[in-house]
C-alpha cells in the first residue's frame, strides 16, 4: 500500500514528534519546536506527512513569501522500517512540486550518503559546505535544486 501524501494537521503533532525522535534521536525536535512548526503553517511552513493510518514519513519546508527567496528544506524523515520502500521519493517528489519555480537549498551530513543520493537523484548539487558543521566535527554539506535541473 502506497502511502498518501497529506498536509500536516494538528492531529499529526503526536505521531510526528515519536517519528522524529526514532528517525533523529539526541537531535530530534522537541514537542515545542514541532509546535512551533504548526503553529507557523499559514505564515511560512509547509509539513508534509506520509500516510498509512500513521505518520511514517515527514519532510518540512520553510517557503518564504518573496518568491525570488530560496525554499529551505528543514527536515526529511522516513520510519526505519520504511526506508527503501520509495516513501521518501514521495515526500521529496511532493515537496519539490509545491516549490516550482523555486530555489530550494538543503544540508545534510556528509556520511549520510543514502540522503545525499536521495537529493542527487532529484537533481539536488552540492554548492558548499560548512566544515565542521555537526557533533563529531562532521560536514554540513549545502545542496540546491532548481527546476531547470530536473
Given at each position: 500500500?502506497?502511502?498518501?501524501?497529506?498536509?500536516?494537521?494538528?492531529?499529526?503533532?503526536?505521531?510526528?514528534?515519536?517519528?522524529?525522535?526514532?528517525?533523529?534521536?539526541?537531535?530530534?525536535?522537541?514537542?515545542?519546536?514541532?509546535?512551533?512548526?504548526?503553529?507557523?503553517?499559514?505564515?511560512?511552513?509547509?509539513?508534509?506527512?506520509?500516510?498509512?493510518?500513521?505518520?511514517?514519513?515527514?519532510?518540512v519546508?520553510?517557503?518564504?513569501?518573496?518568491?525570488?527567496?530560496?525554499?529551505?528544506?528543514?527536515?526529511?524523515?522516513?520510519?526505519?522500517?520504511?526506508?527503501?520502500?520509495?516513501?521518501?521519493?514521495?515526500?521529496?517528489?511532493?515537496a519539490?512540486a509545491?516549490?516550482?519555480?523555486?530555489?530550494?537549498?538543503?544540508?545534510?551530513?556528509?556520511?549520510?550518503?543514502l540522503?545525499?543520493?536521495?537529493?542527487?537523484?532529484?537533481?539536488?548539487?552540492?554548492?558548499s559546505?560548512?566544515?565542521?558543521?555537526?557533533?563529531?566535527g562532521e560536514?554540513?554539506?549545502?545542496?540546491r535544486?532548481?527546476?531547470?535541473?530536473?
Amino acid at each position: 500500500m502506497r502511502p498518501r501524501i497529506r498536509l500536516a494537521a494538528p492531529d499529526d503533532l503526536e505521531d510526528l514528534v515519536a517519528l522524529d525522535e526514532v528517525c533523529f534521536g539526541s537531535s530530534a525536535w522537541a514537542e515545542p519546536s514541532w509546535q512551533a512548526e504548526f503553529d507557523r503553517l499559514a505564515d511560512d511552513r509547509v509539513v508534509l506527512v506520509a500516510d498509512e493510518g500513521a505518520a511514517v514519513g515527514y519532510v518540512v519546508l520553510l517557503v518564504p513569501a518573496a518568491a525570488e527567496d530560496p525554499v529551505d528544506l528543514l527536515r526529511i524523515a522516513v520510519a526505519p522500517a520504511e526506508r527503501r520502500t520509495g516513501i521518501g521519493g514521495q515526500l521529496m517528489a511532493a515537496a519539490l512540486a509545491r516549490c516550482a519555480g523555486r530555489t530550494v537549498l538543503l544540508e545534510v551530513a556528509a556520511g549520510n550518503e543514502l540522503a545525499a543520493a536521495l537529493y542527487r537523484g532529484f537533481g539536488f548539487e552540492e554548492i558548499s559546505r560548512r566544515r565542521g558543521y555537526y557533533a563529531g566535527g562532521e560536514d554540513a554539506v549545502i545542496m540546491r535544486w532548481q527546476e531547470d535541473h530536473e
